[in-house]
């Protein structure tokens, strides 16, 4: 099966169309209009019909943009940054990097507490619509998800709180997923949690941005046997395995299951996620490929290991 395409034949005069600058840079169209209309960041050219076409330097500097989002800097203060040398790190001030996230998060807890999904879905679809996703996963669901975590037993309706919360973002996650793998055709991911893992938020950020990638999920969720997956990849081939989880790996999950995983397989299994991180060592030994918690970092790590292995 071959791996996503990263390398798109373009349009004439070396002009890129949206879809394929979204694909290489992992920033979602929607998004790279929003940069465009209210921020004037990018200025792509057009065709008759009015389609957008991005030359190299607009790649390169939407590219500068998510670095400097990355360090923290609001999308309104990004555009006299564009000239500085990339990759010299830029100091964010107050105003950058807390307040929209404050102001995101605020929002959005007032909508949870009155338990108002209309004003939750506007707050979330704002954000979504002028960073990149695993930028707002980092500062703004992440957070707001563990602070729910946190207080739950301090509120009379903590518990309902988290949980309406938890619900929105899986049925929201899977709906843009579901959208985008039907769009799709690009190589198959078998995603799924590791034994014991109840948590697939987590997991469906990574899918959603795989997707975003070029990438179509097929998702098995929480609490996944190990032993089914091979079942399941003989009724469905996959380029690769994702397996998510935050926490301690029951005995013999790593050494036994995972291993068996892996020897059985003839396609990489990667595991992200705590579980990655702290139990890297076991999960090497065992066959698996750790790609951590930064999402973005896994993602580009898991499309070198399948050019790497080339079509299969």
Known sequence: MPVANTTLTPPAEGLLPIRTVSILTGVNAVTLRAWERRYSLITPQRTPKGHRLYAQKDVERINRIVELLNQGISVSHVKPLLDQVPGQAVTPTASDDGDIWKSYQDKMLAAI???????????YNDALSLYPVDIVNHRLTTPLLRLLGERWKSRPTGVAEEHFFSVYLRNKLGTRIHHM???????????ACLP????????LFFALAAVNAGYRALILGANT???????????????????????????GVVEKELAELTSRLGI???VGGKTAVSHQDKLEQS???????NIAAG?????KTLKTLGPR
Do not use: M, T, W
Request: a negative charge.
């Open 196 to 203: 014991g893992e109840l948590h697939e938020i987590g997991l």
């Open 113 to 123: 507490e009155r338990f108002d999904e209309q004003s939750l879905d506007y707050a």
């Open 225 to 251: 046997p190990l032993p089914q997956i091979p079942l399941v990849l003989d009724k469905k081939p996959c380029a690769g395995v994702i397996l998510s989880g935050s926490a301690k790996p029951a005995r």
């Open 181 to 191: 793998n039907q769009r799709g055709n690009g190589p198959l991911l078998l995603l």
């Open 287 to 293: 066959g698996a490929i750790c790609v951590g918690e």
């Open 268 to 270: 990489p299994v990667f």
């Open 299 to 303: 993602l580009q790590l898991v499309n």
